[in-house]
């Protein structure tokens, strides 16, 4: 995964406080429940992880481990475990992702993913140097 896409990422969605929800259409004949409808750049940055094969296909049973945790000492793979959880509770309770933006969980997390891939790089030119 690469910091400088992510820092993008990160710096648009910066931006948002708020998600809208949809307004009720008054001219359907079915109660229609409205839902979140989020910035494109967010649903971007899901697929982006999503190529970069960046989730946790055991989300669930990683959430117990970390629950209560501080996300400033998140590792990699809880960044990976709470956004994957994002993302699948949201399929089965709108306004999840909404929660974590307005919280501002969202951002913190990214910024924790970025910090990490930062130091990775770091750590990565530290031992291409010493290799030399």
């Known amino acids: 995964m690469d910091s400088v896409v992510l820092a993008n990422y990160i710096k648009e969605i910066r931006t948002i406080k708020k998600s809208e929800w949809t307004k009720e259409d008054e001219s359907l004949e079915v109660n229609q429940?409205?839902?979140?409808?989020?910035?494109?750049?967010?649903?971007?940055?899901?697929?982006?992880?999503?190529?970069?094969?960046?989730?946790?296909?055991?989300?669930?049973?990683?959430?117990?481990?970390?629950?209560?945790?501080?996300?400033?000492?998140?590792?990699?793979?809880?960044?990976?475990?709470?956004?994957?959880?994002?993302?699948?509770?949201?399929?089965?309770?709108?306004?999840?992702?909404?929660e974590a933006i307005e919280l501002g969980l969202f951002l913190k997390v990214l910024l924790r993913l970025e910090d990490i891939l930062q130091k990775e790089k770091a750590d990565k030119g530290e031992n291409n140097n010493d290799k030399k």
């Not at 992880?49 to 296909?57: E, H």
């Not at 669930?60 to 709470?82: C, H, P, Q």
Request: proline residues 3%.
């Open 33 to 98: 429940l409205s839902y979140p409808e989020y910035p494109a750049v967010v649903e971007e940055l899901f697929n982006y992880l999503n190529r970069q094969s960046f989730y946790d296909v055991n989300y669930l049973d990683n959430m117990e481990r970390i629950e209560g945790k501080a996300i400033s000492l998140f590792t990699k793979e809880e960044v990976k475990s709470y956004l994957t959880s994002l993302k699948r509770e949201e399929r089965y309770g709108d306004g999840v992702i909404a």
